[in-house]
């Protein structure tokens, strides 16, 4: 897929396709990204950060990444600007800058969007698992269509953004193109 711009967010946590994610906005940089965003109607790129802090210097972050599209906005008690953000599609960053107001910029390759395949028989542990833990936590994915649970993709990420993973380990999920090679790295990581 061809290369585009995006301006980057980088955070100490790892946003996964599909995942819901709140922020509180506050430095100039990331406000003025919100702005471009609604302007412009395009997400923005979330890394887990690698080494750095998520204010002050530009922290250096990790080469993939997820979009984030913002679902809804508000204001916090504190008065900060609040954001409601999902996830969508996957990227690798090519290249990166920093603009003078400290935002970073990345040239991105969007990753293929995952194939919709059914849940193989040596995973078929996985989807049992998922459902049991979304009906102990409930949640956006109470209602879920049971069709989904059979959608190896789906399973897949829904299982990495649940289960109680490290970053370094939903990260190495998100790097993976192939939805059966991450259940095979779940059922791995849940054993």
């Known amino acids: 897929m061809a290369n585009e711009s995006l301006s980057l967010f980088p955070l100490h946590t790892v946003l996964l396709p599909g995942a819901s ?3 509180r906005v506050f430095e100039a940089r990331y406000l003025d990204l919100v702005r471009d ?5 395009r997400g923005f790129g979330v890394c887990l950060i690698l080494k750095g802090e ?7 972050a990790a080469a993939y990444g997820t979009e984030a599209r913002i679902e809804d906005f508000g204001q916090g008690d504190d008065g900060l600007l609040t954001l409601r953000v999902r996830g969508t599609r996957r990227f690798h960053v090519e290249r990166a800058r920093v603009r003078d107001n400290g935002l970073q910029v990345a040239d991105v390759r969007w990753c293929e969007p995952d194939a919709s395949t059914p849940v193989r028989p040596e995973h078929g542990l996985l989807p049992v698992l998922l459902d049991s833990i979304i ?5 956006e994915y109470a209602k879920a269509e049971r069709m989904l649970f059979d959608d190896a993709a789906w399973v897949g990420w829904r299982l990495a953004e649940l289960l109680p993973l490290h970053d ?5 999920l998100l790097q993976m193109d192939d939805p059966n090679a991450r259940l095979d790295r779940l059922l791995a990581l849940v054993s």
């Open 135 to 139: 009906e102990k936590v409930g949640g």
């Open 21 to 23: 994610l709140g922020l």
């Open 168 to 172: 370094a380990q939903r990260q190495e």
């Open 37 to 41: 965003c609604g302007r412009n109607g």
């Open 54 to 60: 998520e204010v002050g210097a530009p922290a250096a």
